[in-house]
Structures are given as C-alpha cells and as structure tokens.
C-alpha cells in the first residue's frame, strides 16, 4: 500500500533520504491493522494486540552494501510503544530514544507512541555506522516523549531485572511468559493492563490492573472456586512444582511465582501492596 499524502509527509520529516551512502529506494510502504498481515507473516496480531495504528516500510540500498529495512510503527501511545519494545527485550540501554537494544545488525527502540526496527540484511561496520546514524536522525525528529505505563512504575525496584519487565493486554503472552492455564483463566481483555517482571531472588510478578473494580472481584472468586482452591487459605501453595501465591487488591490482582521457594513472597508483596495504595 503506497503512503497517502498526509503520512508521505509525516515519514519525509522523520525518515531521511540518505544516510552516509545508503539511499532510500522506490515508494515508502504503508500499512494499516487490516492489511499488517501481508507484511508481517504470522506475527501481525502481536502488534495489533498492543494497539497497532499503522507501520511506514522503507528500503536503503547502497553499491556492494546490504539492504537496510527501516520500520516505524505507530502504536497509538506511549504505553504501547513500551510494550511492544520490551516484549522479547534481553538487554536495553539508553542509547536511542526513551529504551533500545542493538544485536549483531539489528537496533530497535521506542521513543513516544512510536517503535523503530532498523535492520541491515548483514552486519558490517559501515552497516552498524549507518544504522546508529538512521536511529539518531529518528531519535531526534521525533520530538516528544511518552510516558512508561503507571502500572510498570509500581514494580518494587530492589533486585528488579529491569529487562525482564513486560508490559500487556492479551492473556496469550501471559502464558508465554509464564504458564499457569490454557484458558483466560483471569479473564484479560484489552481494557485490562499486565505487567510482569522478573526478580534476583527467582521471584516472577505479575500485576493485573482491571478496567473495572468488581470484575477484578468476580474473577477472584471465580479462580478461588474453579482454577485456584488454595486461594482461600490467602497462603503460597505449591502447584506443578512451582510455589504461587495471588493477592487481592481491587481493582489489582497480583500474583507471584518462584520454582524454589516462597520465602521472598511476603517482603514482594508488602512493598506492591503499599505502592498500589
């Protein structure tokens, strides 16, 4: 799909013509949630499910060099854009924008509503100087930045792996992360909000934040009744080898995990449940 004039303008400003001696090549591509399929073979729902609003495709080739393939995707807001950065992250710096990461000829970062996915078709040093040079101009042609969700901010900081922090609204890659049912067991929609991180003593947290106080209620007491008994004695429970417990705090629900032992729970869950207040 070629650009309308409208986003042929948006993208001119943010994207450049050239880059040291990579030029841009033919039309940019444009494309909306309805056709993202047929540019993202079987991961389209990924970014649609993070709030996808539309993606500019651009080509930069240079005489005996590889491709450069430029993607900027505009998730609708700043959350999204974080979310969708930090979805399979491993090691983010500061270089770019508001987070980013660089691996061998790939670099992506977030920054506003926007995510940036720079890649060279192999690695070089001219690549890698082009590439840094690309995300600079982006960088500083976008000219706002967003804020991380609130839910994230309420992560307890001691011993967080701060790459490990994910950010959600699809119960599917709650099960990615962690697999606790087959099923929406805790009734995710995209009202909802997660966010997940991982912690130096083995400890995964989980926040739910529901759009509504009383589904959050309803849910409990659906998973205390059918998925979850042991929620009723509000203690760990060891379940297929690793050690859970869930937490109550309309509209919140909170749930920890850890293959060795419960121990770290109680201190955890103090510090969210003075930071939820």
């Known amino acids: 799909m070629t ?17 040291n001696s990579w030029h841009k090549q033919d039309a940019d591509e444009i494309y909306l949630p309805q056709n993202l399929h047929e540019f993202i073979d079987g991961g389209a729902e990924l970014y649609i499910s993070y709030g996808f609003q539309k993606l500019c495709h651009r080509t930069y080739s240079s005489p005996d060099q590889p491709d450069i393939l430029v ?49 060279a078709m192999a690695e070089t040093e001219d690549t890698k100087k082009a590439l840094f040079a690309l995300a600079k101009h982006i960088d500083t042609h976008i000219p706002g930045e967003g804020e991380i969700p609130s839910l994230v901010n309420k992560l307890p900081q001691q011993g967080l792996k701060t790459s490990s922090i994910r950010y959600f609204h699809h119960y599917v890659w709650l099960n990615s992360y962690i697999y606790l049912s ?70 919140f629900l909170i749930v920890l995990a850890n293959d060795d032992s419960p121990e770290p729970f109680k201190k955890l869950l103090n510090e969210i449940v003075q930071k939820l207040k």
């Open 71 to 119: 993607d900027v995707f505009d998730m609708g807001n700043s959350a999204n854009a974080f979310g969708i950065f930090m979805h399979t992250r491993e090691n983010v710096d500061s270089s770019f924008g508001q987070g980013s990461e660089y691996v061998q000829g790939f670099l992506n970062f977030w920054k506003d509503r926007f995510y940036i996915s720079l890649l």
């Open 182 to 251: 087959n099923e929406n067991i805790f009734k995710i929609n995209d009202h909802d909000q997660i966010a997940l991180a991982r912690y130096a003593n083995g400890t995964t947290l989980i926040i739910i934040q529901y759009a509504d106080t009383s589904k959050s209620i309803q849910v409990w007491n659906e998973l205390s009744q059918i998925s979850f008994p042991e929620l009723k004695n509000k203690q760990p429970f060891l379940r297929q080898k690793t050690w859970l417990q869930f937490y109550l705090q309309p509209p």
């Open 3 to 19: 650009a309308s004039s409208t986003d042929s303008l948006f993208f001119a400003n943010l994207l450049p013509d050239s880059v």
